[in-house]
């Protein structure tokens, strides 16, 4: 899997122009970074406080490339390479910042949501709006469709099932089925079909637990992040949560356990292979 934020016409293994371009761009910005530091206080503030400096480089490489499509082609060793000057360097740096910026200020939201779930306006107002997904799901031929059936433990309630992260689980689960409706239900579907069935429910606020407690030290969401148009939960979060249960789905049906008691034996051993194959 690559580690660039969108998808390329080479081999997701670094090429050798590839890394040499990464070797370059390194050597480019060991310069350049303590010359810009001194002026731009945006910088400044994110090597010191959010990145060390090889995450500083890596994540802007990705984001150099995302903005500048152009630059894949070029070859930085050639004297006519003008995006190896230092202006070009410099004019793609300010705007990958920027872009970089939006992407820890997302995940700085997400950590503030990660709380439990209470009764609270806020929290109830939240989990009135996950009703609408059982009255979707009975108006898709379940006409008799019950919490249970999507993947909740009481019938009556999914409350309860809201423990660790509550408000994060429940207001992600809402913003995938209000942004992507259709691979909301299908991934239902998905976890009711399957041999065995799986709680789908259960298995999506596992996700969200398991992205909040790596999302730090992962790939994913800074991916996903370069690859939106717009930064923002609906569009760079929720897309990766459908791609960590499609990444599931794929693995319990590869990897049935006899029964529905496996199901943590398997979701730690996929999450272990998820996690590393985010690096490759």
Known sequence: MSLLPFDLKFSPRPTPFISRAFATIR????????LLSAENSLIRSLVRSKLDIDDFVDMFI????????????????????SWTTQLVIQQRLEIAMGRIKEAYMLMDSVHTNAVPLESNP????????????????RTNGHPEATW?????QRPDSPRTDFRQDGHLCLMLMVSVHWTMPDAFFAMIDAAN????????ALAF???VILLHMTMDRTPLLLRRAGAAEVIKIDTVVAPALVEMMSSFHSYWSAHPPSSLFGFNEVFHTWAQEFIYECFE
Do not use: N, W
């Open 27 to 34: 050597r480019l910005l060991g310069r350049l970074i303590p």
């Open 62 to 81: 990705l984001h150099m490339f995302r903005i500048c499509p152009s630059l894949r082609s070029f070859d930085p060793f050639t004297p006519t390479s």
């Open 122 to 137: 806020t929290h109830d107002a939240m989990l009135s709006k996950l009703a609408s997904v059982l009255a979707q799901y």
């Open 148 to 152: 249970e059936d999507i993947g909740f």
């Open 193 to 200: 079909t399957a041999v065995p069935a799986y709680p789908f």
């Open 205 to 207: 606020i596992h996700m």
